[in-house]
């Protein structure tokens, strides 16, 4: 193998963010083999810095000093320098993060860790600034002292270094004993996130502030199955106080990654993909439930900003909205009460009945827009002014130098937006949110090579090969366009998608799949995707598309396969501290899942818009026109009489008798949402 030139190699790469580096004076090279085997033939340590493209402290921290020549000089002169975007590669981020929390470190982003030239983890931490301060050393003293230790302890070092590679291969790739699947798990486990809940604020105590979506969702499914109020309340509590906080964009839509402080105000104004679809998924099931009209509102503007300010060219989905513009945090999203009344003139009186700017203690920016002492719906004609009102603060807004996009398209993320916007697109009858989507999921399809998905893409550039979440995100996806269009095909991709998981990520005795493929060539350890982020884990979203396309198409064996699934990762997770929710969730999922069926024509909807409307993270929906001859729709074998138009709910293999009233249809289905299933 040729030596890599010593010189900055980012230029080429598909990563906005690590093109953002590609001027640096550092010799950085990408995470690939040739990088790994220049530190073996040197054998220097390999210093590793991971981010991402909307991450302040990233920004800080290569302003600071990867792009000073002397920080640059002494990185290039010790070490081999290899950057990482975390969303590219999450199997090489998750393996040096749970490194750098074994030595007992907080972790986040940037990371920055130093290996072996094996690529074992030995020491790390995360921002460093180049002069000491926050009670931190300068980047070139933590530099300098790496390089000595590693000069006068190595084999201390490697010793060390070694332990720790084990530590995290058992933590990330655990072998444990099955864990029988029950109720009380999943009742269990919520009720430990009840008590960590804010009961003034949402969210979970204290700050920083995040949505915490995997939580949540565990909270609403336990409502759903137990009628426990008290979980309900504290969704709907986190959602109104979070919609009504400065992490909440009100001019333009979409949510903050999350607020710096405890009351939801003060943003990090970075905007996530991932965030704000999971937003729209959650939000759509609470406004199903309970009609609640802001939360309409917030589901409208959030799809809004999403198709506004995140599409691509070709229909799929950017990643992240940075936090900065012009070098300066929130400068973009920011108002002074002036420059609100001159461009309002007088409504701005009637705007700031509803909304406030607050500068709190410690925040150097201008003051942030939020409505947190009024947070409920205050009236049709009211809402319509101030939306109108923001409007035209936003038509402003857009003149302004916009925060940076990250512009490359992620397979699983844009999995879940497709989802999310299906669901949301059925219950608020927006069928050109489902056309969006579907142009999204076409996108995506034709991206693929040999029957493959990339994980990334950025224009004409594919990651390949993807991560074990970008097929289950897209199981998903499919089998979500399949319940609003009925179209069959969908079903067939989704089942080609399984068998790419089951050839390609599938551990060695069936019990679950790897992260990362057997074929690929760069990655130090296989691990599992068990722990979630701000997501659901990976192995959270295989358990749930199992179980959603084994349900669906009665598919006995392959449920059976999803619960012996699910029952193999609640036996690793069982003794995790935190990460398991998102497997908790979809082992609940396997062990009761509904269906609905309908018969009805297409053209009639009435049973099909009850459906829509009354959304449930349990069931999927299947619709067949009256008069079909299709086999195999209902648990068991059953064959429904489909000459009449008619729907059959179903939860594992027992169904209710017929149901051959729409009205009927509807008392059930919410019935079957509060703890009566």
Known sequence: MAPLPPRNLLAEEASPYLRQHKENPVHWRPWLPAALEEARSLQRPILLSIGYAACHWCHVMAHESFENEEVASVMNRLFVNIKVDR???????????????ATGEQGGWPLTMFLTPEGKPFWGGTYFPREPRYGRPGFVQVLEAVHKAWINNREEIERGADTLTDHVHGQLAPIAARAELSPDRLSTFAESVNGMIDRQRGGLHGAPKFPNAPFMNVLWLNYLQTGKESHRDAVLMTLKQMLAGGIYDHV???????????????PHFEKMLYDNVQLIRLASWAYSRTGDDLLRIRIEETAEWLLREMRMPGGAFASS????????EGRFYLWTEEQIREILGGDSVRLFGTFELAKPAGWEGKPILHRKRKPDHAGDEEEAFL?????????????????????KILVDWNGQAIVS?????????????????IQAFRFIVGSMEAGRLPHSILGTKRLFPAIASDYAAMMNAAISIFEASGERSYLEQARGWLDALDRWYADENGTGYYLSASDNPDVPMRIRGDMD???????????EALTRLATIESDYALQ????????AAIGRVATQRYGQAGIVFAAALALQPMKLLIAEDRGDQAYISVANRNSDPRRVDLWVPTGSSQANLLPGGVSPDLSQA??????????LPPIQDPVELEITLRRAGIGRS
Do not use: F, H, N
Not at 87 to 101: F, G, K, N, T, V
Not at 323 to 328: I, K, R, T, V
Not at 560 to 567: C, L, W
């Open 560 to 567: 059976e396969r999803a619960v012996a699934i699910a029952e």
């Open 321 to 328: 909205l940075d936090a900065d513009s012009e070098g300066e």
């Open 252 to 266: 333009g839509g979409g949510l903050a990654r999350y607020s710096t402080d405890a009351e939801w105000l003060v």
């Open 87 to 101: 969303e590219e590669r999450p199997d090489i981020d998750q393996i040096y993060m749970a490194a750098l929390s």
């Open 646 to 655: 008619g729907a059959w709910l179903c939860t594992g293999q027992l169904c």
């Open 533 to 543: 982020d701000a997501m659901t884990s990976s192995t959270g979203q295989i358990i």
């Open 421 to 437: 916007l299906v669901q949301a697109g059925r219950i608020l009858s927006r069928p050109d949110w489902v056309k969006a989507a």
């Open 387 to 407: 939306r109108s009102a923001l409007d035209r603060l936003r038509e402003v807004r857009a003149k302004r130098v916009p925060p940076g996009r990250d512009e």
